[in-house]
């Protein structure tokens, strides 16, 4: 019966995730939104490694994937958003018109 | 984990709805410094639920890496991007915030019966307990061998990148033509600001 509630508890923490990546304007809120999202995913495949194969533990195996992952992106993301302010002097979303014609 | 059953659900109870209040301050707060300090207790209080989930391996990889590491990169970015700017204000822009609450509620909603309409198959072989870190070393030296030397390939390559995408771009506008050889990575030089005039520009 917990593991309903761990999915749940993920599914909620997910949906948080994409609600301030959508609705934020600032970019290091936009990369915090992110590793939310990023952690409901681990919080997920944890919960289904040890209730429904708690033998041979892949899902913690995919968990530090993801974790190592998160940490890449984390850096690259902050650079992008550091040459991107030294360039546009701005951290507001809705100024980022680069790709848009 | 040998706790009682009990045990187990106040504890989730705790760990769960200390998370997605923290979760929602991480969205909802104005301030981005709060911001940042609420998501390490995100980041410790998912540890918790892992420690709930007998990985202990993986709860202490949370702690080190997103707390010590993710968190303090992210306080750094703000500590380097400190611009108190009000953004200007975007027309109509609460629809777009009730449409996006709309659709993250609805998928919420989809995902909880989801969960709730299945029917797990729950397994009941000998849990790993203990020796879940073997486990896992073993799963990464056979059978995951290649994701795991191609993840660190990965971090090289994003160590190379930040660094290369974050320094100050250097313009060769006075540079002489026989200097060439030397590899080195020339940054533009800083423009010195004074101590303590930070407070006008910012």
Known sequence: ?101 | MNLAEGVQIVSLGILGVLMLASALGVVLLSNIVYSAFLLAMVFASISGLYVLLNAGFVAAAQILVYVGAVNILILFGIMLVNKREDFKPVSNAWIGKIATAAVCAGLFTLLSSMVLATSWQLSTAAPAGEAAIEVIGQHFFSDFLLPFELASVLLLMALVGAIILARREYVPDDEPADQQKVLTLRERPRELVAAGSDTQES
């Open chain 1, 1 to 101: 019966m917990q593991l309903e509630y761990f999915l749940i508890l993920a599914a909620a923490l997910f949906c948080i995730g994409i609600y301030g990546l959508v609705s934020s304007r600032n970019v290091i809120r936009v990369l915090m939104s992110i590793e939310l999202m990023l952690n409901a995913v681990n919080l997920n495949l944890m919960a289904f490694s040890n209730y429904l194969d708690p033998a041979e533990i892949k899902g913690q195996v995919f968990a530090v994937f993801v974790i190592t992952i998160a940490a890449a992106e984390a850096a690259v993301g902050l650079a992008i958003v550091l040459s991107i302010y030294r360039n546009r002097d701005t951290v507001d979303m809705e100024q980022f018109n680069l790709l848009k014609w």
